[in-house]
């Protein structure tokens, strides 16, 4: 089931751009968030890394993507321009451009995609052979779920449901989840410190639950592995 994820994606990035917004971030990068012809219900707004704005399409580095919809509380976006404006303000960004190529096929996918998911078989079906054949999102969920958080070789293993990226985050926590690097120009799992700027790129889960001056608290799905300061001592050091 998962073999198809490549191709999907692959799929969905080639397709026709329907909106693409330029953003800056506080360490001066750029980044691109782009809505496919082919984006999915589950991965809609695309995000990519780039040199500049005028960075060729083939350059672009991909980073990250979030769903359509946003089902926790109220919806902190429900369009294109809401959710660019979501995107800049939790991450701090300047937003430098907003341009909607294509109204009406961006109006179309904003209530309805072709799939629900890159991680399902998009191959076409006879419903009158075999309904069992068919591969659901839903299906998919369902194995995702069933795979232990602490399984580090499982394909979800340590991934952050980045749609819930509105978490609040204590001092005294140290979060260690899957995010882009900007050390290493890619995306793997390193302790989050409640002040950024002393995130430690090569301190991932391993090594945090090791170090006597932390206690592990446990996973959650939303905001990955938990771990608080022994002491209050040195607290964000």
């Not at 012809?37 to 991909?62: D, G, I, L, M, N």
């Not at 919806?75 to 800049?88: E, I, L, M, Q, T």
């Not at 998911?117 to 369902?142: C, E, G, M, R």
Request: charged content about 25%.
């Amino acid at each position: 089931m998962y073999n198809n994820s490549d191709k999907n994606k692959q799929t969905v990035i080639s397709s026709a751009i329907l909106a693409k917004a330029t953003v800056r971030r506080e360490n001066g990068r750029i980044y691109l968030i782009v809505v496919f012809q082919h984006s999915t219900r589950h991965e809609f707004y695309w995000v990519f890394q780039a040199k500049s704005a005028r960075s060729p399409r083939r350059s672009w580095r991909y980073v990250w993507h979030y769903g359509r919809d946003f089902n926790m509380g109220e919806k902190p976006y429900r369009d294109f321009g809401s959710f660019v404006d979501h995107y800049a303000r939790i991450n701090h960004a300047q937003v430098l451009a907003v341009r909607v190529h294509h109204t009406r096929r961006l109006a179309t996918v904003l209530t309805k995609t072709d799939h629900e998911s890159i991680h399902a078989d998009w191959t076409p079906q006879d419903l009158s052979k075999s309904k069992a054949s068919l591969v659901s999102y839903a299906s998919f969920d369902n194995s995702r779920r069933s795979i232990s958080p602490t399984n580090h070789k499982g394909f979800y293993f340590n991934q952050r449901n980045r749609n819930l990226d509105e978490f609040s985050q204590s001092p005294d926590e140290v979060l260690v989840y899957e995010d882009w690097c900007d050390e290493c120009m890619s995306k793997h799992s390193y302790a989050h410190f409640a002040d950024a700027t002393k995130n430690k790129c090569k301190l991932g889960f391993s090594a945090m639950k090791s170090n006597p001056g932390f206690e592990y608290r446990g996973f959650n799905n939303s905001t990955g592995f938990r771990f608080t300061y022994r002491s209050v001592i040195g607290a964000g050091a």
